[in-house]
């Protein structure tokens, strides 16, 4: 087997998507009650943080960071590239962005990792917890290490992800991300918490003064709706911006319902987009356009864009109506009419109201702390004499 190479490598300091444009360094929290030991996993097949479009391996790379702050010893297992405050293990030699969901290469990846944390443990300086954010491999086989495994749900719960979960999910101690999804957990599931996708509000520049564009931003396919959100902005009459990739199996999708509504005027896909464009995209536009037609778990997009003081009109499905507080930071719709009617109402939206709504609820060290707290839980109940 080979081995996992160690470093420890600060965050980017510039031009990665997300990291690194914070104006001071964050202040010091107090030290937690106990320092943990925690083994992170990442998933395999992009780094963390991801240069390009990568929801979980951002929200991995925040919390990382939290937790290194916050004093705790984490060590992250993840893709090569990867950069990090915490102890850093590159896992495979390299990453599979064109394989994702593989599973060879999640169970390579995973193997290796329950392989190291073993041998911690053999050699005295073991984890107190892994904290898995990988598919499902370390779920499955969660009780066959001698480490509890806390796992984040990333997913919805789909048929097939609702059985896989009946099955193995109370192998770990399973963290939900929104109240929707726990809502939607199988019956019996024990779900340990609920913890929200973090947002570093330093990095995302507020911009009370509007462009006049709307946005959309995701992998464009069809429960994500970016062809709702042309047909909205047309109904609208105002340009829109689609950014985000094409990912494979969603090339007849987008030939069929996105590009032969492309022009360079009134619709307009930039691809994907990371680092300044991007933000500078969030933060100039009027509103960002969330028209899903599926239970999307969080939602990454529209906490960036409230962040940026941009209000988000969205369908009410999944955690949209946790995240958008009609009238104060954006507007629920029904249909694409509706989401057009609501543009013309933006006006009476405050910039300045988006971004607190998210500030408070979403802050990377509120975040960590609520991990921390699920953490303690867990440690202390296994320290409990039997
Ligand atoms: N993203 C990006 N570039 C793109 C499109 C998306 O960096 O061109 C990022 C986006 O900013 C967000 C993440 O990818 O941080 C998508 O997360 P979200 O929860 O919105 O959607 P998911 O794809 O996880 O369902």
């Given at each position: 087997m080979g081995t996992i190479g160690t470093s420890r490598v600060p965050p980017r300091p510039e031009g990665g998507v997300e990291v690194g444009t914070a104006v001071q360094p964050p202040p010091k929290p107090d030290p937690p009650a106990r320092k943990l030991k925690i083994a992170m996993l990442a998933p395999p097949?992009?780094?963390?943080?991801?240069?390009?479009?990568g929801g979980i391996e951002l929200v991995v790379s925040f919390l990382s960071e939290a937790l290194v702050r916050r004093r705790h010893d984490v060590t992250l297992f993840a893709a090569p590239e990867s950069r990090s405050s915490a102890i850093l293990r590159e896992v495979l030699p390299q990453g599979h962005p064109d394989e994702m969901e593989r599973s060879l290469h999640e169970a390579d990846h995973v193997g290796r990792v329950f392989d190291e944390v073993d041998r911690a443990a053999a050699e005295g300086r073991g984890f107190d917890l892994i904290h898995d954010h990988c598919g499902y491999t370390a779920v499955a086989m969660?009780?066959?290490?001698d480490v509890p495994v806390v796992h984040t749900l990333h997913g919805p719960f789909t048929g097939d992800t609702a059985a896989f979960y009946s099955q193995h999910g109370g192998k770990a101690h399973l963290v939900a991300i929104s109240d929707t999804q726990r809502a939607a957990a199988p019956a019996g599931t024990r779900i340990a918490g609920v913890v929200p996708n973090p947002i570093?509000?330093?990095?995302?520049p507020y911009q009370p003064d509007k462009g006049d564009y709307l946005l959309w931003v995701g992998r464009l396919n069809d429960a994500k709706g970016p062809h709702r959100a042309i047909a909205a902005a047309r109904a609208a009459g105002t340009p829109l911006v689609l950014a985000g990739p094409v990912q494979p199996g969603e090339q007849e999708y987008f030939d069929r319902e996105v590009a032969p509504h492309?022009?360079?005027?009134?619709v307009r896909y930039v691809g994907e987009v990371g680092g300044d464009r991007k933000r500078r995209l969030f933060a100039e536009a009027r509103a960002l356009l969330m028209p899903i037609r599926w239970d999307e778990p969080f939602g990454m997009v529209m906490v960036e864009a409230l962040a940026c003081g941009t209000p988000v009109i969205a369908f009410?499905?999944?955690a949209a109506p946790e995240i958008v507080r009609p009238g104060e930071n954006g507007c629920l719709v029904e249909d694409e009419d509706e989401m057009a009617e609501a543009v013309a109402t933006l006006?009476?939206?405050d910039p300045a109201a988006c971004r607190s709504s998210v500030a408070e609820r979403f802050g990377v060290d509120r975040v960590a702390a609520g991990y921390e707290e699920i953490y303690g839980a867990i440690v202390d109940r296994r320290d409990r004499p039997a």
């Open positions: 097949w992009v780094p963390t943080p991801p240069t390009g479009y969660a009780n066959r290490i570093d509000l330093d990095e995302w492309l022009d360079d005027d009134r009410p499905r999944g006006g009476k939206i």
